[in-house]
């Protein structure tokens, strides 16, 4: 992954597999310092979600006393549960927790969603990140998607990246709130799920495609991969531990002007985390 020179890595949970396991946090971290480091010999900066393996249990739960090792270690924006973020004036990066999903801070979760998809619809780009697999080829999580995925349809997410499972799948373009039972014919018309927890731990079943299913769903170790590029064009690549390339998704959208914004700069979180599943992001001009 580091050889890859990212800006920075989204992290969609479960960064240990014991929530509070100091050995396992100080071993993660032995290796972010040792593996994790750009060209110029820094740390890759991270950008995490809480995972279920994160925390001492779901719901309402209190952050520093069921979640002391992720929040002790991490200075995240907002409320540090879930947050956005800017990288450049064309990217929002909407962080969500799945792990109060039923609870009172659920629905305040969902208030803040709404209120940063609207404050945010002028973004080029928008990519939701959260670790429960709302949709994904062992099911649809239908609680999920009645909360959220109206949402995405309604301010047009882009992507949403999501873990749990340790597989790697990306669906077609969806509206749930156009259908339930078929794809969209365009991405302009949907958001698309992508499930990537396959960069650590034990790999799951696979399971078996479904009707949304554009790609996989495959059980291998891998990373995904994302360049912007500044002409409108977002370039996903999944790449396996051989270094493969194995799906790819090109998405491109028309804009007016080219922003003159340096590759260097980014609005992220310069921290680290676990085992779990890994996302890259670079920004690159068209030469």
Do not use: C
Request: glycine share 8%; proline share 5%; net charge negative.
């Amino acid at each position: 992954m580091a050889r890859y020179n990212p800006s920075f890595v989204l992290f969609p949970g479960d960064l240990v597999e014991i929530w509070d396991d100091q050995w396992e946090w100080d071993n993660w971290f032995a290796a972010v310092s040792m593996y994790w480091v750009s060209e110029d010999g820094l740390t890759i900066p991270i950008i995490p979600a809480m995972g279920n393996h994160d925390v001492k249990s779901s719901g309402d739960y209190d952050p520093m006393k069921d979640a002391p090792s992720y929040y002790g270690r991490f200075n995240l924006p907002g409320n540090e549960q879930w947050y956005a973020l800017s990288w450049g004036p064309d990217l929002r990066i909407i962080v969500l927790d799945s792990e109060v999903m039923g609870g009172a801070a659920w629905r305040k979760q969902l208030d803040w969603l709404e209120g940063e998809l609207s404050a945010s619809k002028d973004y080029l780009w928008k990519i939701a990140i959260l670790h429960r697999g709302m949709v994904s080829s062992t099911g649809l999580d239908q609680r999920m998607i009645n909360d959220l995925a109206f949402l995405f349809d309604k301010y047009h997410v882009d992507l949403v990246m999501m873990g749990h499972r340790h597989i790697y799948e990306r669906s077609y373009p969806l509206n749930w709130t156009k259908s339930s039972e078929e794809p969209m014919k365009s991405p302009e018309e949907g958001t698309i799920y992508i499930v990537g927890g396959a960069w650590g731990g034990g790999l799951s079943s696979p399971g078996r495609p479904k009707w949304f299913s554009a790609f996989g769903p495959a059980s291998k170790y891998s990373f995904v991969l994302i360049d912007v590029f500044e002409n409108g064009t977002l370039y996903l690549r999944a790449i396996d531990v051989e270094n493969n390339i194995f799906d790819e998704l090109i998405l491109h959208k028309e804009v007016s002007k080219v922003a003159e914004v340096p590759i260097a700069v980014i609005s992220a979180v310069t921290a680290a985390a676990v085992i779990g599943i890994l996302y890259l992001l670079k920004r690159r001009r068209l030469q």
